[in-house]
């Protein structure tokens, strides 16, 4: 299986300014290296958190869509970042996965952060989501997700393991960080898959400050690539799906998982 170019945009975020945002992304976007494969960017990267949906939501062929689209087929890669949509009357904090052709999935984060009140306003999602790129299976997460791990965990059937790369996307704030540094590693030794983790810098209206300390985390707990805190900057990663396959068939844990499923 071919290795997976990943590159991770760490950036400060205009609070409920859509415009700036997207021409700040427009100009990181440009830069990212030619062959890269995946990009990922922050959590509601075009207005920081949490905003009002009522206000600031979009439908699905609204003008962030239509941008990704432009963004991702102009790069050849994929793009993923989250947005506030609304369908059928819901207002949900969704992550994209743009492909270049200009498809798409959706995964609606499943846990909105309740201590600030987001679960008020937002609908959970319920349905994981497991997406294929260059023969990798890869699952997107959204930031509050990360403190559930049995919504994040893996799973080993018939011989094979339901995700290789799982990515969090996230506004997390600095207070906090000693959580989101010890579950990324967490999430990638138990689940025996490289983690991700993409958060922003800068500070909100709400006093809140964030570092970023994004991350890609390999399936041992070592990181092997990162993005200076509290600087903007754009992160790489190249992915070895022979390491993977290496590990996991030195040590492996998969046959040993328990089985279980979740209620929606």
């Known amino acids: 299986m071919d290795n997976l170019n990943v590159a991770f945009i760490q950036s400060d975020l205009k609070w409920e300014d859509k415009a700036s945002n997207i021409e700040h992304f427009s100009e990181f976007i440009g830069e990212v290296r030619d062959g890269t494969d995946l990009i990922l960017l922050p959590e509601t990267f075009t207005t920081a958190f949490p905003v009002d949906?009522?206000?600031?939501?979009?439908?699905?062929?609204?003008?962030?869509?239509?941008?990704l689209k432009d963004e991702a087929k102009m790069k050849?890669?994929?793009?993923c970042g989250t947005i506030l949509l609304k369908?059928?009357?819901?207002?949900?904090?969704?992550?994209v996965w743009m492909r270049p052709d200009g498809g798409f999935e959706l995964y609606h984060k499943r846990h909105p952060f309740s201590i600030g009140g987001e679960n008020k306003v937002i609908t959970k999602g319920s349905e994981r989501l497991i997406v294929e790129l260059k023969g990798w299976?890869?699952?997107?997460?959204?930031?509050?997700?990360?403190?559930?791990?049995?919504?994040?965990?893996?799973?080993?059937?018939?011989?094979?393991?339901?995700y290789d790369i799982a990515f969090y996307l996230a506004n997390f704030p600095d207070s906090r960080m000693i959580v989101w540094n010890s579950l990324l590693v967490a999430r990638a030794i138990e689940n025996q898959a490289f983690v991700i983790?993409?958060?922003r810098i800068g500070e909100d209206p709400h006093g809140l400050h964030y570092s970023g300390e994004s991350q890609v985390i390999d399936p041992r707990g070592n990181i092997i690539?990162?993005?200076?805190?509290?600087?903007?900057?754009?992160?790489?990663?190249?992915?070895?799906?022979?390491?993977?396959?290496k590990f996991r068939?030195?040590?492996?844990?998969?046959?040993?998982?328990?089985?279980?499923?979740?209620?929606?």
């Open 53 to 67: 949906p009522i206000e600031f939501a979009e439908e699905e062929d609204g003008p962030t869509m239509q941008w």
């Open 76 to 79: 050849n890669a994929v793009i």
């Open 87 to 95: 369908k059928d009357g819901l207002y949900r904090n969704s992550l």
């Open 137 to 162: 299976k890869i699952s997107p997460f959204v930031c509050y997700d990360i403190r559930f791990p049995v919504w994040a965990r893996n799973k080993f059937q018939n011989g094979s393991y339901e």
């Open 197 to 199: 983790g993409v958060n």
């Open 225 to 245: 690539s990162n993005v200076e805190a509290y600087k903007e900057g754009i992160g790489y990663a190249t992915l070895e799906y022979e390491n993977l396959h």
């Open 249 to 264: 068939t030195k040590f492996p844990l998969g046959p040993d998982w328990d089985l279980y499923d979740v209620k929606k």
